[in-house]
């Protein structure tokens, strides 16, 4: 089992930065892959970006060059900082975690989800 809480969210304008924070706890001695999604009013959520135990990532087209995942582990938390924000970065944006071997982008593939976090870029 893994708990996941997120913060860091807010409101912010275009080109604006923000870091949003995911600590972790786990009664497990498994390595994770931590990941981060999004999902905007009336559509489907998106794999933003991910990292695995060996600090591999993987990051939405749209998002590269802009938003940097990271992890801390002597913390046990995982951050996204999130730099040249759009308004189309507007989300609900969720941290996740699963143990599996593959540390990409696809939602099935996550077994634990925080509640997440509001994310408001305005033009």
């Known amino acids: 089992q893994v708990q996941l809480v997120e913060s860091g969210g807010g409101s912010v304008q275009s080109g604006g930065s923000l870091r949003l924070s995911c600590a972790y706890s786990?009664?497990?001695?498994?390595?994770?892959?931590m990941g981060w999604f999004r999902q905007a009013p009336g559509k489907e959520r998106e794999g933003v970006a991910s990292?695995?135990?060996?600090?591999?990532?993987t990051y939405l087209e749209s998002v590269k060059g802009r938003f940097t995942i990271s992890q801390n582990n002597a913390k046990s938390t995982v951050y996204l900082q999130m730099d040249s924000l759009k308004p189309e970065d507007t989300a609900m944006y969720y941290c996740?975690?699963?143990?599996?071997?593959?540390?990409?982008?696809?939602?099935?593939?996550?077994?634990?989800w925080g509640q997440g976090t509001q994310v408001t870029v305005s033009s």
């Open positions: 996740a975690a699963h143990s599996h071997w593959s540390c990409g982008l696809g939602d099935d593939d996550y077994d634990y």
């Open positions: 786990t009664s497990t001695s498994s390595s994770y892959c």
């Open positions: 990292i695995d135990f060996d600090g591999s990532t």
